[in-house]
T-cell receptor, first 114, second 114 residues
Framework: GAGVSQSPSNKVTEKGKDVELRCDPISGHTALYWYRQRLGQGLEFLIYFQGNSAPDKSGLPSDRFSAERTGESVSTLTIQRTQQEDSAVYLC????????????FGQGTRLTVV | EDKVVQSPLSLVVHEGDTVTLNCSYEVTNFRSLLWYKQEKKAPTFLFMLTSSGIEKKSGRLSSILDKKELSSILNITATQTGDSAIYLCAVGAGGGTSYGKLTFGQGTILTVHP
């Protein structure tokens, strides 16, 4: 596609429910990244993919968070048993090469846990 | 732990002024420094600076990387109200499983008044 596409753009969920966030990277981009941005704060690294492999999962906040990627295409970030502190904007980015080319961001998913 | 610090945290100027935003970093195995502009949700890519490209310019915006001082500046000349945004600095560093991780600073909030 022309840009990184994320869905949904907004999600309100009840505490304890599971949510799934989707990211469609730019076509041909091998690397895909997930970040979280809490209100008024900077971007917090969650996980990246090189192809469908995620070598570094240390940024995931807890075992309630998981992510997967199908080939060099769509990625989903799943949060199980959501908590209020999970409320944030979740941003996805992709780049042509891992670590050596510019990363382009999607519009993000604003998650609100009530 | 990699660290990226931006200053000032916020800046208020009038249209036509020139501003300089600062980014300093302490990382292992530096590879690249990126500047982004964030207006609503999605950060928009501005520049990427590396050892082989330490100065970039686009219109009224320019950026320089000082590898000796471990810092970068983003200059905006003849500011316009449309330049009002959060400006984010990110550094790509590390090897192994950390290769794909970008570490972001907390951002500089720029407000340009008419």
């Amino acid at each position: 596609g022309a840009g990184v596409s994320q869905s949904p753009s907004n999600k309100v969920t009840e505490k304890g429910k599971d949510v799934e966030l989707r990211c469609d990277p730019i076509s041909g981009h091998t690397a895909l990244y997930w970040y979280r941005q809490r209100l008024g704060q900077g971007l917090e690294f969650l996980i990246y993919f090189q192809g469908n492999s995620a070598p570094d999962k240390s940024g995931l906040p807890s075992d309630r968070f998981s992510a997967e990627r199908t080939g060099e295409s769509v990625s989903t970030l799943t949060i199980q048993r959501t908590q209020q502190e999970d409320s944030a904007v979740y941003l996805c980015a992709s780049s042509f090469y891992l670590g050596t080319s510019e990363a382009f961001f999607g519009q993000g998913t604003r998650l609100t846990v009530v | 732990e990699d660290k990226v610090v931006q200053s000032p945290l916020s800046l208020v100027v009038h249209e036509g002024d020139t501003v300089t935003l600062n980014c300093s970093y302490e990382v292992t195995n530096f590879r690249s420094l990126l500047w982004y502009k964030q207006e609503k949700k999605a950060p928009t890519f501005l520049f990427m600076l590396t050892s082989s490209g330490i100065e970039k310019k686009s219109g009224r915006l320019s950026s320089i990387l000082d590898k000796k001082e471990l810092s970068s500046i983003l200059n905006i000349t003849a500011t316009q109200t449309g330049d009002s945004a959060i400006y984010l600095c990110a550094v790509g560093a590390g090897g192994g499983t950390s290769y794909g991780k970008l570490t972001f600073g907390q951002g500089t909030i720029l407000t340009v008044h008419p």
